[in-house]
Each structure stands twice: as C-alpha cells, then as structure tokens.
C-alpha cells in the first residue's frame, strides 16, 4: 500500500514558476514508476510527466516538453515537478501517481492516486 500526498499548489500569473511535492508513504516507494497528471474542469485527466523507479528515465506530454521537469528522492519518498513558464492552459487539479508497468501515459495503469492540488494560472 502507498499512500501519496501532493502539495505546492497554488494561484500564479502567467509565466511564473511552480513546484510540486507528492510524498509517498511506505518502504516501497524505490519499486514504483511515479507520474504526474492533471485533470481541468469538463476535460480528461491527462499525462504530464513519468520517471523511472531510479529517475535515469523521464518522460514528457508535449505541452509541457521544455518547461516542466520531473525529479525524484528516493532517500525523501518524494517525487517532484517543477513547471516554469506557467500558461493560462495549465490550469488543472495535478495528481501524482503510482505504477509499476512501466506504462506511463495511461492513467488505468497506476495503482495508486493522491488526492490532488489545484493549480490556476491567470493571464
């Protein structure tokens, strides 16, 4: 079981800089694949990000390829992302989430869900 806890959220202007933390609970953080997703009103939750369980591996959404970055601490159960270069269109709840397929992109493949932070982004 692994419990997931965001933070960070929060109301910025456009352009502006973001970090979110997910923290993990449990021994077994090391053995999951983590990922990133956000979800705006009337809209599917999508892909954001993914690592790897050693973070020698990262993977992007396009609409965000260059702006924001995963990491992962493994020793701090805690994995990160931080977004630069905010736009309006990033306003979204973001989850992090939990998986061991090694298929990042789809949401059904994670096991495990925090209960998300609100990020809003106005121009």
């Known amino acids: 079981q692994v419990q997931l806890v965001e933070s960070g959220g929060g109301l910025v202007q456009a352009g502006g800089s973001l970090r979110l933390s997910c923290a993990a609970s449990?021994?077994?953080?090391?053995?999951?694949?983590m990922g990133w997703f956000r979800q705006a009103p009337g809209k599917e939750r999508e892909f954001v990000a993914g690592?790897?369980?050693?973070?020698?591996?990262?993977y992007y959404a396009d609409s965000v390829k260059g702006r924001f970055t995963i990491s992962r601490d493994n020793a701090k159960n805690t994995v990160y992302l931080q977004m630069n270069s905010l736009k309006a269109e990033d306003t979204a709840v973001y989850y992090c989430a939990a998986e061991r397929t090694g298929n990042y992109w789809t949401p059904k493949a994670y096991d495990y869900w925090g209960q998300g932070t609100q990020v809003t982004v106005s121009s």
């Open positions: 449990g021994r077994t953080f090391s053995s999951y694949a």
């Open positions: 690592i790897s369980r050693t973070g020698g591996s990262t």
